[in-house]
């Protein structure tokens, strides 16, 4: 008897016999007609990414390197926040004195219960979009797998000026090497957590963190 | 939790009622009228200001709508290439011919696990094969995770509306559902609150679920990269806590290579929720093995139930290019009116129009009479990010339905002037040039025959298809133009 899979790949084929015989994927034109770069300033590309981060209720700020390890603090310290998720190799610098340290690393994990408790994580990130205000996570260096930025309730995001792309096209090119080589996950953040399911009131904090906050380093 | 059965629909067995009867009754719900109304005005004006902000709108359609024809003209082939790469990247691919063998499969993974509650994303393809009752058959309870999902389970109900599927309920109501659900003692009918209440419930159950069920808005056949869109995080949650992982998704959701997201991932959201972005999107390729990110097993179950067949009708193919953004729903005269129930389908609007009746074949009383849900007055087809002319196939389809009858019908049925007429448009609509006559003709001919707003007949080759169904009077300017005044 024929396996489900032959059976459908058979109905696939006899679907599509008005294909021509010798015909390739690539002989069906696709136009690519669309923007693929941007070309704006980069001034103004940092200056829309953060704009927009912002119109989805993400609180965003802007600081030069040297002042990031204070800012950090006293961002931590404003929101009263007492334990914090940090993911492997994050630069040793951001992480503030006085607040207590939760470190995951391969050796032993961070069960989900200690992230669910812990009140926050601060991770750097792979990429910024400028054109729709998304932080683009890779579980690369200083970011760690996708529960650290789930389980907490609240996110606070280092992006630096130069991670930040004009378009969406562009941020797919850059994240391809990863997606094919490690096939590391990959994951979208455009502001908190949402939802209008309820009469179309939208509505921040359903599943993810409640609160997101970015810091724009350059 | 008392699990509730759902109302039949087109995908349960038996017969459902026709569209007519059903939208008699919606009709008949003043509230429910008002729900939709205010929620399909909104999304509406909010999509054309996020598709005006996009000066390469017609391009990205353009560049959609060519890859996904590519992809289904050669679908055999990027299947293969998709099991090949998702195995390759540590998960396992599994065939369904149909909606029972999909439900046995992602049944006896539970099984194997021994679990008896899991977390489920909203998946509409899991809706069409019934796959929470199957289940519950099993003793295994499945929880919805998404806060209008978890309504309407709540509820017993079925989704109106892909995007919104609590959309019909309004906050007294949902309040209401809650207290005598959640085991909440006391709580505000503030959607803040009401929210609260569900993340709290469920996130317990995220916490200890041993199996995650999802569905998939895209799979790339170059990577095995499969992705899920959302707004809630609950899609983050059930594919990334539970140590296993099931994926149900329809064979044509298969895009060619990583780098087509670029283009999907521009068309979906904007004219999904009208943002410029979805809160949240995950992409993963197998499983991470040593990194320890997300599950330890993912299985990924491709299903035909039906596909092959639309895939099959050169016309009726088109339709597979949807990605489900509901921008069709969003802008449907009819759709408003009568909301998502009375189209007895998990795909309601004009997309549900035209998928239901092809998914589960012609010569069903209930799905035969979708197609004619429709004034074919051409807004689906302007919004759809996918180029799906959704009233061809609607014209189409009605010719089949008719055909069918007339191959099964009596003598009487034959003789029937709809049957002629259909006929008719059916070749009209197929030949471009001669359906832009007979809108040209419409038009101007339409001043003397229409009867308070409706055209009661129609000259020449339309006669008969007026003769038993009015149609709405085809507006004067071009669509475009109308939209940009009525709605812009
Ligand atoms: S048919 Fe087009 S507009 Fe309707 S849901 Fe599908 S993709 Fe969206």
Redesign the pocket.
């Known amino acids: 008897m024929a396996t489900a899979k032959e059976t459908i790949l058979w109905r696939v084929r006899r679907a599509t016999r008005d294909v021509p015989e010798g015909e390739r994927p690539e002989d069906v034109r696709v136009e690519r007609g669309y923007r693929k770069e941007g070309d704006g300033a980069r001034d103004d590309i940092v200056a829309r990414f953060a704009e927009h981060v912002a119109e989805y209720e993400a609180t965003v700020h802007r600081v030069a390197e040297d002042g990031l390890p204070a800012r950090i603090a006293q961002i931590l310290q404003k929101r009263g926040l007492e334990i914090l998720v940090v993911p492997p190799l994050l630069p040793e610098a951001w992480i503030p004195e006085g607040v207590e340290v939760l470190r995951d690393a391969a050796g032993p994990r961070l069960t989900n219960e200690e992230l669910d408790e812990a009140g926050g994580v601060l991770t750097g990130c792979a990429l910024g979009i400028a054109q729709t205000g998304t932080i683009v996570l890779d579980a690369g260096p200083g970011q760690g797998r996708r529960a650290l930025t789930l389980l907490p309730d609240y996110h606070l995001c280092v992006v630096r000026e130069e991670q930040v792309v004009d378009l969406v096209p562009e941020a797919f090119a850059k994240l391809e090497e990863t997606v094919r080589g490690e096939g590391r996950a990959v994951t979208f953040i455009s502001g908190p957590s949402a939802t209008s399911d309820i009469e179309l009131n939208r509505v921040e904090g359903v599943h993810g963190p409640r609160a997101l906050e970015v810091l724009i380093v350059g | 939790m008392t699990p509730k059965t759902k109302p039949p629909d087109a995908f349960s067995p038996g017969q459902t009622p026709t569209f007519e009867v059903s939208a008699r009754e919606s009709l008949r719900d003043a509230q429910l009228r008002r729900n939709l109304g205010k929620a399909t005005q909104t999304i509406r004006r909010k999509r054309t200001v996020a598709v005006e902000e996009m000066p390469d709108w017609e391009e990205l359609r353009e560049a959609g709508r060519a890859l996904k024809e590519r992809t289904l003209r050669h679908l055999d082939k990027y299947l293969l290439q998709l099991e090949e790469s998702v195995t390759r990247a540590g998960g396992v691919v599994h065939w369904a011919r149909d909606a029972d063998e999909a439900n046995r499969i992602i049944a006896g993974i539970a099984r194997e696990k021994g679990a008896e509650e899991v977390v489920k994303v909203k998946s509409i393809a899991t809706d069409e094969t019934k796959l929470n009752e199957h289940l519950e058959a099993q003793g295994i309870h499945a929880f919805e995770t998404d806060l209008a999902e978890l309504i309407i389970q709540l509820a017993g109900e079925n989704s109106s509306h892909?995007l919104v599927p609590a959309i019909h309920k309004n906050r007294a109501e949902i309040r209401e559902l809650f207290l005598r659900e959640l085991d909440v003692e006391e709580l505000s009918d503030e959607p803040k609150d009401l929210t609260n209440a569900a993340r709290l419930y469920l996130r317990k159950k995220f916490l200890g679920a041993k199996v995650g069920i999802s569905g998939a808005n895209f799979a790339v056949a170059e990577t095995g990269t499969v992705s899920v869109v959302e707004s809630e995080g609950n899609g983050r949650m059930c594919t990334t806590l539970p140590p296993v992982l099931v994926t149900l998704m329809g064979i044509e959701k298969i895009i060619p290579a990583w780098r087509d997201f670029e283009i999907f991932m521009q068309l979906l959201p904007r004219?999904?929720t009208a943002e410029r972005m979805n809160p949240y999107t995950s992409f993963w390729t197998g499983v991470s093995g040593e990194a320890g990110d997300g599950p330890q097993e993912f299985h990924l179950v491709l299903l035909d139930n039906g596909r092959t067949d639309v895939l099959a009708d050169e016309i009726g193919r088109q339709?597979l290019?949807?990605?489900?953004?509901?921008?069709?729903?969003n802008v449907c005269p009819v759709y408003e009116r009568t909301g998502g129930h009375a189209y007895n389908s998990v795909y309601p609007?004009?997309?549900g129009a035209?998928?239901t009746p092809q998914l589960v074949g012609i010569g069903k009383p209930g799905s035969d009479s979708l197609p004619y849900a429709s004034s074919l007055c051409g807004a689906?087809y302007q919004?759809?990010?996918?180029?799906?002319n959704?009233p061809e196939v609607l014209v189409h389809l009605r010719g089949k339905v008719v055909r069918h009858k007339q191959d099964k019908g009596t003598l009487r049925q034959k003789l029937d002037p709809e049957n002629a007429a259909m006929q008719a448009m059916a070749r009209t609509f197929s030949d471009p040039k001669l359906y832009e006559r007979a809108q040209r003709l419409a038009r101007v001919g339409q001043l003397p025959f229409a009867r308070g707003g409706r055209i009661t007949s129609l000259p020449g080759r339309l006669a008969g298809w007026t003769a038993v169904r009015d149609l709405k009077p085809i507006p004067e300017q071009s669509f475009r133009e109308w939209w940009k005044e009525e709605r812009g």
């Open positions: 892909i004219s999904s339709t290019n949807c990605i489900r953004c509901s921008a069709c729903l609007g004009p997309i035209i998928l689906c919004v759809c990010p996918v180029k799906i959704i």
